[in-house]
């Protein structure tokens, strides 16, 4: 009895599999169609990804060896942005105004003699921009121009994909993540951390 139900099994696996082995072959062919007729090399940058991203992006100031690039933007996420809400040109009334917005900002950035200040990054006149050696004004959302003036070797590698992360899948539209979406900017070093299967040795 078991044979022939066995036997049945087989069979009408076989008769399925006949029935939808035309359908396969016509869609394989059709592919094959489109590649033996294409007249332009396939794009994979003009490929949108499927999935929306939640953050905004911006268009880059600079370019990759594929082309064109966006980023993630940054004011959306700087909880005290726009600047120039407290920064004008009055004077400040407020005692201790710079403790009471900025107390909990550390700076760590650069060592030594090198330790930066906020007005080496920040625009003296405008707070709503950053500011490069050269003075040119650099927008919050484009910081990796200003990380790139002294990380320039990061930099590079961010650019090539090295460094960083690419937010979109691979085949698409390239979203990268900005230098202040893992740094810190005041305190960009990651601090130094056992790897997480690292076991202490028994005593015994």
Not at 88 to 108: C, E, F
Request: net charge neutral; hydrophobic share 35%.
């Amino acid at each position: 009895m078991k044979i022939h139900t066995l036997r049945f099994a087989f069979l009408l696996l076989a008769a399925l599999m006949l029935l939808a082995c035309p359908h396969a072959m016509a869609s394989q062919s059709k592919v094959l169609e489109n590649i033996y007729t294409a007249d332009k090399p396939f794009d994979n940058m003009q490929i949108k990804s499927a999935h929306e991203l939640s953050e905004k992006t911006v268009l880059a100031n600079e370019s990759y060896q594929g082309g064109v690039f966006k980023v993630l933007a940054r004011k959306d996420s700087i909880s005290r942005y726009r600047c120039s809400v407290c920064h004008t040109k009055k004077i400040p009334q407020v005692r201790d105004g710079a403790l009471i917005a900025h107390g909990d900002i550390s700076i760590n950035h650069g060592e030594g003699k090198n330790e930066l200040a906020c007005i080496e990054c920040h625009d003296r006149q405008d707070r709503d921009f950053l500011v490069d050696m050269q003075g040119e004004k650099i927008d919050f959302d484009h910081s990796y121009q200003l990380c790139g003036q002294c990380h320039f070797r990061p930099k590079r590698d961010w650019l090539g994909g090295a460094h960083g992360k690419r937010v979109t899948y691979w085949a698409g539209e390239r979203v990268v993540m900005n230098c202040t979406s893992c740094h810190n900017p005041h305190s960009p070093a990651f601090k130094t951390k056992m790897p997480e299967t690292y076991s202490l040795p028994l005593d015994e």
